[in-house]
C-alpha cells in the first residue's frame, strides 16, 4: 500500500507542480495564506485510495497527513477544510487534467469538428454516503449520492456537472437535459442512459447519437415500403473485427415506428 501511495504521489508531481496547486488553491480561495495542510496535501487526501475516504474518521485521516506529508492537524481543523472553496479547488484539478488529455486525441478531434458541433460524452458514477446524508442522498441499500458529468470533447468545455441521490434515473436525467441539445451534436451515452424518449428527442433536434440497445429494444428496417423487424444480431455475429454495416430507414422501439434512428 506505502508504494503505491509513492507512486500516486510520485504521478501527482508529474502532473501538476507543488507550485500549480498552490496557485490553483489560490485563486479559489481554498488557501488565502500559508497554512500547514498544503494543496497538495489535501489533493492526496481526497484522490488517493478505495473511494472509502467518507467512511474514515477524521482522526484518521489526520494521522495520514502526519504520517506522510509531516502535516499537524487538529480533526476540527481538518472539518473546516471541507468547504465549497475546497470543492472548486478539486473542480479546477478536475478540468485541468481534462484539458491535458485533449492532446492525445487532437487527430480524432479535428476529423469529428468537420462533422459535428459538439461531441458530448455523459456519463456517471455512484458512491456510498454516511448515513447521516440519508435524508438528501439516498440509495438503493444505503445511503449514496451519484455525479452526472457531461463533456463536451471538441471544445474541453464542461457541459453539465450534478450531484444527486444515487438511485435517481440516469436515462431520466437524461430526458431532462434535452433543452441543451444544439443541431448536429453527438449523443455518445451507455446503455444506464437508453431512453426512446429521449433518443427521439435527439433526432427531433437534429442532432445524432451513439447507444446501444436494451434487450427488449427491436430493431425495424423499411423493404419495398413495409417495415420488417431486422435480425441485427446475426448479421453482427457475420461481421469480422473492424468491420461495420450502415442502413438507412431505422426504427427502434418495443414496436414499429417508435423512433427513427
Same mark, same amino acid.
Given at each position: 500500500?506505502?508504494?503505491?501511495?509513492?507512486?500516486?504521489?510520485?504521478?501527482?508531481?508529474?502532473?501538476?507542480?507543488?507550485?500549480? %496547486?498552490?496557485? $490553483?488553491?489560490?485563486?479559489?480561495?481554498?488557501?488565502?495564506?500559508?497554512?500547514?495542510?498544503?494543496?497538495?496535501?489535501?489533493?492526496?487526501?481526497?484522490?488517493?485510495?478505495?473511494?472509502?475516504?467518507?467512511?474514515?474518521?477524521?482522526?484518521?485521516? &489526520?494521522?495520514?497527513?502526519?504520517?506522510?506529508?509531516?502535516?499537524? %492537524?487538529?480533526?476540527?481543523?481538518? @472539518?473546516?477544510?471541507?468547504?465549497?472553496?475546497?470543492?472548486?479547488?478539486?473542480?479546477?484539478?478536475?478540468?485541468?487534467?481534462?484539458?491535458?488529455?485533449?492532446? $492525445?486525441?487532437?487527430?480524432?478531434?479535428?476529423?469529428?469538428?468537420? &462533422?459535428?458541433?459538439? $461531441?458530448?460524452?455523459?456519463?456517471?458514477?455512484?458512491?456510498?454516503?454516511?448515513?447521516?446524508?440519508?435524508?438528501?442522498?439516498?440509495?438503493?441499500?444505503?445511503?449514496?449520492?451519484?455525479?452526472?458529468?457531461?463533456?463536451? %470533447?471538441?471544445?474541453?468545455?464542461?457541459?453539465?456537472? &450534478?450531484?444527486?441521490?444515487? @438511485?435517481?434515473?440516469?436515462?431520466?436525467?437524461?430526458?431532462?437535459?434535452?433543452?441543451?441539445?444544439?443541431? @448536429?451534436?453527438?449523443?455518445?451515452?451507455?446503455?444506464?442512459?437508453?431512453?426512446?424518449?429521449?433518443?427521439?428527442?435527439?433526432?427531433?433536434?437534429?442532432?445524432?447519437?451513439?447507444?446501444?440497445?436494451?434487450?427488449?429494444?427491436?430493431?425495424?428496417?423499411?423493404?419495398?415500403?413495409?417495415?420488417?423487424?431486422?435480425?441485427?444480431?446475426? $448479421?453482427? @455475429?457475420?461481421?469480422?473485427?473492424?468491420?461495420?454495416?450502415?442502413?438507412?430507414?431505422?426504427?427502434?422501439?418495443?414496436?414499429? &415506428?417508435?423512433?427513427?434512428?
Amino acid at each position: 500500500m506505502e508504494n503505491q501511495m509513492q507512486a500516486w504521489m510520485k504521478t501527482i508531481r508529474q502532473l501538476f507542480s507543488p507550485e500549480t %496547486l498552490t496557485h $490553483l488553491a489560490q485563486e479559489t480561495g481554498f488557501i488565502q495564506r500559508k497554512r500547514a495542510l498544503t494543496a497538495e496535501a489535501f489533493l492526496t487526501l481526497c484522490a488517493w485510495g478505495d473511494g472509502s475516504l467518507a467512511q474514515q474518521s477524521l482522526q484518521r485521516l &489526520c494521522t495520514s497527513l502526519t504520517l506522510r506529508h509531516d502535516c499537524s %492537524l487538529s480533526s476540527e481543523g481538518l @472539518n473546516q477544510r471541507f468547504t465549497e472553496r475546497a470543492v472548486a479547488f478539486l473542480r479546477e484539478v478536475f478540468f485541468l487534467l481534462l484539458q491535458r488529455q485533449r492532446p $492525445l486525441l487532437w487527430s480524432t478531434i479535428q476529423t469529428y469538428r468537420t &462533422c459535428f458541433t459538439r $461531441l458530448r460524452i455523459l456519463d456517471s458514477t455512484s458512491f456510498l454516503v454516511p448515513a447521516d446524508y440519508g435524508e438528501d442522498y439516498r440509495g438503493f441499500v444505503s445511503s449514496g449520492a451519484k455525479i452526472q458529468f457531461e463533456y463536451d %470533447l471538441l471544445s474541453g468545455a464542461c457541459l453539465q456537472l &450534478c450531484v444527486q441521490s444515487a @438511485n435517481d434515473s440516469n436515462a431520466r436525467f437524461a430526458y431532462h437535459a434535452q433543452h441543451t441539445i444544439l443541431p @448536429n451534436d453527438l449523443c455518445i451515452r451507455d446503455l444506464g442512459f437508453f431512453s426512446v424518449a429521449a433518443l427521439t428527442e435527439i433526432d427531433a433536434r437534429g442532432a445524432y447519437y451513439i447507444t446501444r440497445l436494451r434487450s427488449d429494444m427491436k430493431v425495424y428496417i423499411k423493404e419495398n415500403s413495409q417495415w420488417k423487424e431486422w435480425d441485427w444480431e446475426s $448479421l453482427g @455475429n457475420q461481421l469480422k473485427e473492424g468491420e461495420s454495416v450502415e442502413m438507412e430507414h431505422v426504427y427502434i422501439g418495443m414496436s414499429v &415506428c417508435i423512433s427513427h434512428a
